[in-house]
């Protein structure tokens, strides 16, 4: 017997996937303007928000984009925590890098 295709997430899986997704893709974005307001301060001989900063920016965007990539992928505990790790990176690089 053939099979009829992936069997459809349920609306608040698909939901929750959806917001991760869109952290995941805002800390990208962030990660992208940091990194060029860093490129922008050294070419004009300034020291910018510093390599630290960058960096954060930066492995927290990879990681979630990870995360979410298994979160998109997965069911069931695996994909939960593949979610909540992505909110936890997008809660840690803005408390991290812009609160505190």
């Keep these: 017997m053939a099979h ?3 069997v ?22 962030l990660a992208v303007f940091v990194l060029l307001a860093q490129v922008i301060a050294w070419t004009r001989g300034e020291t910018g928000l510093g390599v630290p ?4 920016h930066l492995a927290g965007a990879v990681l ?15 994909a939960a925590a593949a979610r909540l790790s992505v909110a936890v990176l ?3 690089v803005l408390t991290l890098f812009w609160w505190l």
Excluded: I
């Design 8 to 29: 459809p997430k349920p609306a608040r899986r698909r939901f929750v996937n959806e917001v991760t997704g869109v952290l995941a893709g805002g800390l990208t974005v």
């Design 64 to 78: 979630a984009v990870l995360a979410q990539r298994q979160a998109d992928r997965r069911a069931g505990g695996g």
């Design 53 to 56: 900063t960058v960096a954060g």
């Design 4 to 6: 009829a295709g992936p």
């Design 90 to 92: 997008a809660a840690a």
